[in-house]
Structures are given as structure tokens and as C-alpha cells.
């Protein structure tokens, strides 16, 4: 028999309590244990839509959760003390929200607000940090609110283990979180195993609910956090766990016949009443209606066969952004791989348009929206090359993007990350691409093309603040040259002539300039007439890069 729990280390400082750093640590535990078991989790999705992708969806959720408690620790690293744990519980349930991927991702990010929303509530009286008290109110809300959020709520799902892990943690009585979490766990997985009866779809394909075993990789990661106890493995493969021979089921990926066509995604702004007039109006477009969120920002998932007016509904409610429309199309024989393919994240659409003319796989990266590792490995999977070169184009991408080239190794491709720090070392990078090369020397041409570029942007200050060229006052424009600030002017224009004329002092044969929505036309026609004046020798190429975080990016081959 597998003892059903065991010890991750001898620790006496591992809080029993659910304080910041136990957040933290959960979330990235949670992390790591969905990125083990993505592939398990996607391969026995068969519910609502057998499309094989719950797990990466969970792991995109919990991974932007993750990195919204990330931001508010590095928010408080220039003091003494650690976030509250009211701010970090709110920080996740957040994440998670903006995060939410899929149908079991949307409910994950719920669940998750569901227990910010007991666990933040603090007593006055006694502010100190979760204990199992809080945290049996904080699983039963999760689960009541995971519930109201699905329009038509069906057992044998995530929703039925949320309850069961609710139902435990109230039995177990105890103001120990730790003994509180435990019994969650194991109520979870008891209910884990009971989805097959429950659900017949689960029943006749042999498999327990992905959405559950995803909750139940995060449940397990929370007892992880404040016990240092890792809990005993699910089985692996099919309902009858009593034979570890037994294969795991082949499922098609595709739609069910006479299913919706299409999986709508979106954020949206708007007040209460215009959600709830908005849940009523998509209800009768599709199936699969999920509605999560508050205080003014949702996240709506739907399946419908139209998914303009899904979208269009969510107009007449607010604001809808990040909208994400995924086509359930019918299983096909999967293409051959091709050899070779370069996948680059990009600052604008028009960027992606340069960069696709140029057969790259793009990520686009909005402003303040930096794409995540689990973003980047599903565009190498879109790319479907045996061997991938991998552009970040963001010094600040360097870990995320490492991160995804690891998992993509993992899963059989071979990727170099050229650690190029923007766009246009990226340009410079895709221009000497030759597919028909050798692997590594492609790569040594493309990481000396981009190493070879100096790089610029400019900026506008927010507020008053020390820079490497004296004092700037909000508004003013800065010239960063290769990511410190050498130029603080009043103009654009003349202080990227500033800018340039420093970078071409060290020579020069090519300029590209990148033009932000925000930059004037006539800048470029400057720009280029200054380049022309003063260097005759020099080329300049202009490119227009669409809703970018700055007006204006410099390249200096």
C-alpha cells in the first residue's frame, strides 16, 4: 500500500498558517505539479469537449496567478517586511482571473477568488494570518461560488470534487490548517475517483474528470505549501486503478456531433446588472456558459455556434478585451513536422505581420502583457518543427523563455534560445535565417546578426525619477540606448536624432526604425533625411509596428 502522505523535508519552519510566503510557495508548487501532469491531464480530457487541452489551460490559469503574487513580492523588496496575506491571496485569485484558460481554467480562477474572498476577509480583531478555521469557510465559498458561476452545473466534475474537498475540510473540525488540508485532499480525491460514476462520458472512456485531477494537483500543492508534506500521486490512466497494466484510453480529439463550433473567450468590464442581463443572453447562444470574476471585471466562457454574437454580447454588457475564439474543428491526421522553424514574440501587430511575411511563428506581446512560458510553448508546438530558434526579444523574457524552450525540449523538439534583448536584434536575427543550413550554424549566423545590432527606444517618463542622464520630469522624452537612458529631451523627434546620432557614432550600415500607433507619420520622413544627411552610407528601413509599449525602436546594424 502507498502511505498517503510523504515527507518533502524536516522542516520546522513550514507554516502551518497561510501566510504571503506560503501563497507563494503554493502557487509555484501548484505550477510545477500541473506542468508534470499537463500532458496526463490534457490525454483523459473527454469533457465538455473532448479537445484535449484542460491541462495546459490550468497551467496557463495557475501560471498567471503565479506571477501576479510574483509582482506584489517584488513590490516589497525595497522593504523590510513581506506582503500581507490579505494581498497576496487577492494578488493570485487576480492572476488567475486575467489568467483563465478553458473551460476548468475559468472555474480554477473562481474557485481560487472564491477563497480570497474569506481569506482576505481578516477579523479587526484578530488580523493574524489563516489558520484552519479560515480555511474550511474559504473551501465552501470557493465551491458555492465555482457553482453559481456555471450556468447549467453537472456532477462528475471539478465542481463536484471542489464540494468534496469543502465537505471534508468542515468535517475535520480543526483550527490546524494543516489537518484542514489534508482532509480537503482526500475528500477531493475520494470524489476524484467517483467521477466515472458519475458522469457516463467519463464512464465509457475509462478516465476520472481533467478538471478535478488539475484541482486536485493544486489542493495537493496547498497541503505541500503548509505541511512540507508532498500527498500520495493519483494513478495514472484509466477508472480501474487495481491494475497499473492497464493502458490508457485513446480519445479523438474533436468536437461532439451537433456540438457549438466554437470556444469563446473574453475579459470584460462591466457592472453587475449588465452581467446578469449578459448570462441570460448567452445562455441561449451556446453551452458551457461560465461567467467568473466581480467588482467589475469578468471572464466569460462560452461554446457557440456563433461566436459573433457571443462577442457582440459582450459589447452591449461593456468592454470586452483579450478575446480568444478557438474553432473546435474535427480530427485530423496530424500533419508531418517540418525541419526547421523560428518563433519570435513581437511588441506590435505590425511586427507580426514583418515577422510571419518572414515564415516566423509569432507571439505578440501587448503593453504591460507580457507573454507567458506556457504561451511560448504553445506557439512551438504551433510551429511544428523537429527544431525551433527561439527570439524572446525582451531582456526581461530571459527566464520565461528559457523555461519554455526547457519544456519544448522535453516534449522532443530541439530549441536554441538566442537571447535577444529587443524587436529589432530579433529582425536582424530573422533576415540572415536559412532553414537549409546546418541547425548550429544557423543559429551562430542568426545569434551573431543579432548581437551585432545596438538597440534604442524611446520613451515617455511617467514621473520624477534619477536616470544615468541626469534628473527627468514626468512627460519628458528618454532616449534608452541598449536598455539605459543616455538622451532625456523635450521632443521626440529631435531626441531620437539625439539617440542616433550617439549610436552611428560607432559606425553603422543599416537603421531600422519601428513606429509606434503613438509616433507621427512625418517622424519616419525626419528620421530618415537626418540618417541620409549626415551618413551617406547608410541604409535606413522603416517599419510600422502598431499598438506597441513605445512610440519609437531603434536597430543600429
Known sequence: ????????????????????????????????????????????????????????????????????????????????????????????????????????GTILAQLLRGMAEVLADADPADPGEPGGERLAPALRRAAGLAREAVAHPVEGTILSVASAAADAAERSGSADAGVTVRAAYAGARAALAATPDQLPVLGRAGVVDAGGRGLLAVLGALVCSLTGETPAAFPRGRRRYEDPAEVEPAIEYCAPEGGPAFEVIYLLEADDRAVARLRTRLDGLGDSLVVVGGDGLWNVHIHADDAGAAVEAGVEAGRPYRIRITHFGAAEEAPERVQRAVVAVVPGEGLAGVCAEAGATTVLARPGEPPASGELVEAIRRAHAREVVLLPNDAALRHTAAAAAEQARTEGVRVALIPTRAAVQGIAALAVHQPERRFDEDVVAMTTAAGATRYAELAVAERQSWTMAGICQAGDVLGLIDGDVAVIGADLAATAEAVLSRMLAAGGELVTLVLGDAAPDALADRLERYVRDGHLAVDTVVYRGGRQSVPLLIGVE
Not at 502507498?2 to 510557495?25: C, I, M, N
Request: aromatic content about 4%.
Open 1 to 104: 500500500m502507498q502511505p498517503a502522505s510523504r515527507p518533502l523535508k524536516e522542516d520546522p519552519q513550514v507554516p502551518q498558517t497561510l501566510d504571503a510566503a506560503a501563497v507563494r510557495s503554493w502557487c509555484s508548487l501548484a505550477l510545477e505539479a500541473l506542468g508534470r501532469e499537463r500532458e496526463e491531464i490534457d490525454a483523459i480530457n473527454v469533457y465538455p469537449v473532448a479537445d484535449g487541452d484542460t491541462g495546459t489551460n490550468l497551467y496557463l490559469t495557475v501560471e498567471s496567478a503565479a506571477q501576479a503574487v510574483e509582482a506584489v513580492f517584488a513590490a516589497h523588496e525595497t522593504g523590510s517586511s513581506l506582503p500581507a496575506p490579505a494581498d497576496a491571496v487577492r494578488a493570485m485569485a487576480h492572476g488567475a482571473l486575467i489568467g483563465a484558460r478553458g473551460n476548468s
